[in-house]
């Protein structure tokens, strides 16, 4: 299981209610406790595998709420308009590649990798988009720890 440090303040259920109605989004229960618990920070082991084509990543923080810099509204503003429909940015890779949650139909509670590189014109073609896990927990559970040559 993958041990988070540097995380944030902890928050409220109200905390949250209050980020979800002024950013219009219906967080899911597995990332509400995720926040809850943790409110975003950093993660050991911290690679994760975006596809056999595209190999390996490195997890670089999760975000969180409130006054830190690492803050999810700052996030969901700056991708807007990047991010197909139905996505929100939960964490980044040190490459300024975005990990992404589902919060809506056909999406919702999965996790995926958006590839700024391949970034479409289109924000709705999900070319770019890499399918990580079903939820956070299982993205935490599939971390792993690099292997030392």
């Given at each position: 299981m993958a041990k988070i440090y540097s995380s944030h303040d902890n928050l409220?259920?109200?905390?949250?209610?209050?980020?979800e109605n002024e950013n219009n989004i219906k967080l899911t229960e597995q990332y509400i406790n995720f926040l809850l618990i943790w409110n975003?920070?950093?993660?050991?082991?911290?690679?994760?595998?975006i596809s056999n084509e595209?190999?390996?990543?490195?997890?670089?923080v999760f975000y969180g709420i409130?006054?830190?810099?690492?803050?999810?509204?700052?996030?969901?503003e700056i991708m807007d308009e990047r991010l197909p429909v139905g996505f929100i940015p939960i964490g980044d890779d040190p490459s300024g590649n975005v990990i992404c949650l589902?919060?809506?139909?056909?999406?919702?509670?999965?996790?995926?990798?958006?590839?700024?590189?391949?970034?479409?014109?289109?924000?709705d073609d999900m070319s770019n988009m890499y399918f990580l896990a079903n939820s956070i927990n299982e993205f935490l559970d599939n971390l792993y720890e690099?292997?030392?040559e």
């Open positions: 409220s259920l109200e905390q949250i209610e209050i980020f975003g920070g950093k993660v050991i082991p911290n690679l994760f595998m595209q190999g390996p990543s490195v997890l670089n409130g006054n830190m810099y690492d803050n999810l509204t700052d996030f969901i589902g919060t809506k139909e056909p999406y919702y509670d999965k996790i995926y990798f958006w590839d700024h590189e391949q970034e479409p014109e289109d924000p690099g292997t030392e």
